[in-house]
């Protein structure tokens, strides 16, 4: 664990003292810099190896989500977005919850929750057709409760689920822009995920309640992608991302 903490730690500040990094140099301009906007749908599939409770138990978390995605070029280097939306998520395996008055086990259920996030890209140096980029991204999801009914024969109740977790990604990419209205990346990921699963449960008047916490098994990864212009004002935007997790992220946006 000890080691883990210390690759997030030297990735964190290798990816802040990139960023911190001047772009390469362009000619002084007197006039205001254009502020470009976007904005459009993003789809994410994603499946990430986990270790559930203090016996940290393998299983593997599977989340989809749909949202909206708004970009802004501040400069012509940086750029910074929020993404809003939907999200349906799972365990692989079952998750048992065996300190509560009456054991319980979630198998297979899928949960529904809302996602928000916000992601910076910045070009640190560029050579040619070549530059280097940082990115990272920052997303938090929130599941809505999921109950469940408890019919005994003596007794009747419910059980209710809820589950938050984040996720941050870090990226440090090598970018070849020399085609025709396509760009190609790729590089090394830290990417982590940690969260909390919840359950609530009342028979009559017995309460109880019991947390499992979870973190990602694999922190360092690969992601590539690809970036195309259709037009003046339509781009398409395709990533995969490796080793950490299994992920295919595909946004179509509209540049205004």
């Known amino acids: 664990m000890k080691n883990k903490s210390f690759l997030i730690v030297v990735f964190t500040l290798i990816f802040i003292f990139s960023a911190a990094l001047p772009a390469q140099e362009t000619p002084k301009q007197t006039e205001t810099p254009d502020v470009d906007y976007r904005a459009g749908l993003v789809l994410g599939y994603n499946r990430a190896d986990v270790k559930l409770g203090d016996a940290e138990l393998e299983s593997t978390l599977e989340y989809t989500y749909l949202g909206i995605q708004i970009d802004v ?13 939907y999200n349906s998520n799972s365990f692989k395996d079952p998750v048992d919850f065996n300190m509560l008055p009456l054991s319980l086990r979630v198998d ?6 809302m996602m928000f996030g916000a992601r910076a890209r910045a070009e640190v140096y560029s050579w040619k057709d070549f530059s280097l980029t940082a ?3 920052l997303s938090f999801y929130k599941r809505f409760k999921t ?3 408890i019919q005994l024969s003596i007794a009747s109740g419910n059980a209710v689920i809820r589950n938050t977790f984040t996720q941050i990604s870090l990226d440090l990419l090598v970018q070849y822009d020399g085609f025709t209205n ?4 790729g590089g090394p990921q830290l990417n982590l995920i940690s969260g909390n699963i919840i359950a609530e449960e009342t028979i009559d008047a017995v309460n109880g309640e019991e947390k499992l916490s979870y973190s990602q098994k694999n922190l360092l990864g690969l992601t590539a992608g690809i970036f195309y212009e259709l037009g003046d004002h339509f781009d398409v935007y395709a990533k995969i991302s490796m080793l950490s997790k299994m992920s295919l992220t595909v946004s179509f946006m509209y540049v205004f």
């Open 182 to 185: 396509f760009t190609v990346y």
């Open 147 to 149: 109950e469940f009914p």
């Open 73 to 85: 070029d501040l400069m012509d280097f940086l750029t910074v977005g929020v993404i809003v939306g």
């Open 108 to 113: 297979g259920e899928r949960f529904n929750s």
């Open 135 to 137: 990115e990272g991204e």
